[in-house]
């Protein structure tokens, strides 16, 4: 019985393959352009219903890559969908 792989020329090829792979991710790392996008931090305040509401949202979204800042924004996308007449039923039903 004898060990598979421990024999200099399979080292080599080992070693070829590895160096391929690693040369290859390099490469693909350099195509990456970095975010052309500016993101400022802002400060609101919320109340804690709202705060757990989006956080319920960010779960049951179900997206990998949800957050906090993407249900916000898909809400405000949202918004701008209605006309001025829905928008301004929409925030007046949260005033009162």
Same mark, same amino acid.
């Given at each position: 019985?004898? !060990? +598979?792989? !421990?024999?200099?020329?399979?080292?080599?090829? @080992?070693?070829?393959?590895?160096?391929?792979?690693?040369?290859?991710?390099s490469n693909r790392v350099k =195509?990456? =352009?970095?975010s052309q996008q500016k993101? +400022?931090?802002f400060t609101f305040s !919320?109340? =804690?219903?709202?705060? +757990?509401?989006?956080?319920?949202l960010v779960i049951n979204c179900r997206? *990998?890559? *949800? @957050?906090?800042? !993407?249900?916000l924004k898909a809400a405000l996308h949202q918004l701008t969908l209605l006309s001025p007449d829905e928008l301004q039923q929409v925030v007046s039903k949260e005033i009162k």
């Open positions: 019985m004898t !060990l +598979k792989g !421990l024999k200099k020329s399979d080292q080599t090829t @080992n070693q070829i393959s590895i160096d391929d792979f690693i040369k290859g991710a =195509e990456i =352009e970095p993101y +400022k931090r !919320l109340t =804690e219903d709202i705060n +757990k509401e989006i956080d319920d997206v *990998a890559k *949800a @957050n906090r800042s !993407l249900i």
